[in-house]
């Protein structure tokens, strides 16, 4: 707002079934999907230095690796509450 683009023609489709649309581009839906597209976009290699690159990417798969080495209250309910 602040630089005036201009943001496009307003959406009105159902976008929750936009997966036949060949103009249609999906946002990351979990950390992981996002690392990866932070790493493949050429604009992150333009901006940071590659230390950074690959000091971030090394971080936030840690992070990732962590977060799903965590056995969740869902899980156990859903999981471990059925025998």
């Known amino acids: 707002m602040a630089e005036g683009l201009d943001p496009g023609d ?4 159902m976008t ?12 990351p ?10 790493e493949a976009d050429p604009l992150t290699h333009t901006v940071f230095p590659p230390q950074f690159v690959s000091a971030y990417v090394e971080m936030k798969n840690a992070e990732w690796e962590q977060y799903h080495s965590q056995v ?6 859903h999981y471990l509450s059925r025998f």
């Open 10 to 13: 307003p959406v009105e489709d």
């Open 16 to 27: 929750y079934d936009w997966s036949a649309r060949e103009d249609a581009v999906r946002l």
């Open 29 to 38: 839906r979990n950390l992981l999907e996002a690392i990866d597209a932070f």
């Open 72 to 77: 969740s209250e869902w899980e156990r309910e």
